[in-house]
């Protein structure tokens, strides 16, 4: 089955600075990777997702990449706020339905 | 409703006793999923449903838990005999369709403590 890697397991950055968070996946099959937001407390939220026919997707201060060749796909958080706090999940899809989640980045943003 | 809707949103229960928790899918989404996050980890799947029949029951970590959906709607995630390591939150999703590209949209979670 997926597996889905993601690094790191935290992250501080200062206030207006950008994040990255970098995951790889198994199986070449996978064509949609989306990324999900999850506060403390609250449901995951999905935040961008990219398809595998696209190389780059941005909406606002976020942006994903996809390079399908070496199976790996980051999120890129510029202009960080101290409101993008929180734990961040890539996942991976292969095939009908199943997501595979990373096991999340905590991000910290230091006002 | 307007989004996944889970119940109870708190459980405590003894060691030994069964729980049954209760999702309420997005209307018209003929996809559900449920997820086990424990404290401080990711989501780790556990069975996704297309309309009433459950065609990957893979993630389900033992035979104390099973699930079952009604109507194309609600679904009901039961867990017998609980253990400590039953302890988690426990997300349902839906989906328009179990197809790739779907939005999953997960709901509050149902957060379990056997004590």
């Known amino acids: 089955g997926e597996n889905v890697e993601q690094h790191p397991s935290t992250l501080s950055v200062q206030e207006g600075d950008s994040a990255v968070i970098k995951c790889t996946y198994s199986?070449?099959?996978?064509?949609?990777f989306p990324w999900y937001k999850q506060e403390l407390g609250k449901r995951p939220q999905l935040i961008i997702d990219?398809?595998?026919?696209?190389g780059e997707k941005k909406d606002q201060r976020i942006a994903v990449t996809l390079n399908k060749t070496a199976k790996h796909f980051s999120l890129h958080i510029t202009e960080t706020q101290p409101e993008d706090s929180a734990v961040y999940f890539c996942?991976?899809?292969?095939?009908?339905?199943?997501?595979?989640f990373g096991k999340g980045t905590k991000l910290s943003v230091i006002p | 409703g307007a989004g996944v809707s889970q119940s109870p949103s708190n459980k405590v229960t003894e060691k030994g006793k069964d729980v049954e928790l209760r999702c309420d899918p997005i209307?018209?989404?003929?996809?559900l999923y449920w997820y086990r996050q424990r404290l401080g980890q990711g989501l780790e799947f556990l069975i996704y449903f297309q309309g009433n029949s459950a065609p990957d029951k893979s993630g389900l970590p033992s035979d104390r838990f099973s699930a079952e959906r009604t109507g194309e709607s609600v679904s009901t995630l039961t867990i017998q005999r609980t253990q400590q390591e039953d302890s988690a939150v426990y997300l349902c999703?839906?989906?328009?369709?179990?197809?790739?590209?779907?939005?999953?949209?997960f709901g509050e979670g149902s957060w379990l403590t056997v004590v």
């Open positions: 209307s018209g989404h003929t996809a």
């Open positions: 199986d070449s099959a996978s064509n949609y």
């Open positions: 990219i398809r595998s026919n696209v």
């Open positions: 996942a991976a899809r292969a095939g009908s339905y199943q997501l595979t």
């Open positions: 999703a839906s989906s328009l369709q179990g197809f790739t590209g779907n939005t999953i949209y």
